[in-house]
């Protein structure tokens, strides 16, 4: 298996950043290769991620994958796939992995501000329907059309720095349904004080 600092750093990136002074921090470090507990965890509320692929002639694309919470699963050590839904049919990324299997997942999660990148390599799969039943929610309304397998081979955390938290409808709801209860109570206890008979003085 290849190195997964090499994966993560290319000879180019390497003498950047000897030039500028930061090769030592990251030389000797322990790079994280297999899916542990704790991306485990996090993976299981993960709803949204960025899919980067490259052309054989490594002309780059981005594409933004969503799904219900922990629509990424884990199927391996280090493996992980993910249902490929119906789209805009330009099939760009399919046509990327034809030809370079090379791959990135970039999750940011702005309510706990944790940022994970996932170096690895991805193929298609299609027909394969014991592999769409572990990866497809059936109350999820989106028509799956085939799933996208990762091999990781190498990850790690970012900083928190410069994420401003961003809060989802669904993680926000609770609060809401909190202050909306309290808000009711108040207004029954209003109603109950007026209409009380007035305190002997």
């Not at 190195?3 to 994280?32: H, I, Y």
């Not at 609770?174 to 209860?181: C, E, F, H, K, S």
């Amino acid at each position: 298996m290849t190195d997964p600092e090499d994966v993560m750093f290319s000879a180019a990136v390497k003498a950047e950043q000897a030039r500028l002074g930061s090769r030592t921090l990251f030389e000797d470090r322990a790079w994280k290769t297999e899916i542990t507990d704790d991306l485990r965890q996090f993976l299981s509320v993960v709803d949204t991620f960025f899919f980067a692929t490259a052309s054989a002639d490594g002309r780059p694309y981005i594409q933004h994958r969503g799904g219900p919470p922990g629509f990424l699963k884990t199927i391996g050590s280090n493996t992980l796939a993910f249902a490929d839904f119906a789209g805009n049919r330009q099939y760009i990324s399919l046509g990327h992995l034809k030809e370079n299997d090379r791959a990135h997942i970039f999750i940011l999660h702005f309510a706990t501000k944790q940022r994970v990148k996932l170096w690895g390599r991805a193929r298609v799969v299609e027909g394969e329907l014991e592999l769409m039943e572990r990866l497809v929610e059936p109350r999820y309304r989106a028509r799956p059309e085939r799933a996208i397998v990762f091999t990781l081979e190498a990850w790690d955390v970012n900083c928190q720095q410069h994420i401003v938290a961003r809060y989802s409808e669904a993680e926000v709801a609770p609060a809401v349904d909190q202050l909306a209860q309290r808000i009711r109570d108040l207004e029954e206890e209003i109603a109950r004080l007026k209409g009380a008979p007035p305190a002997a003085g």
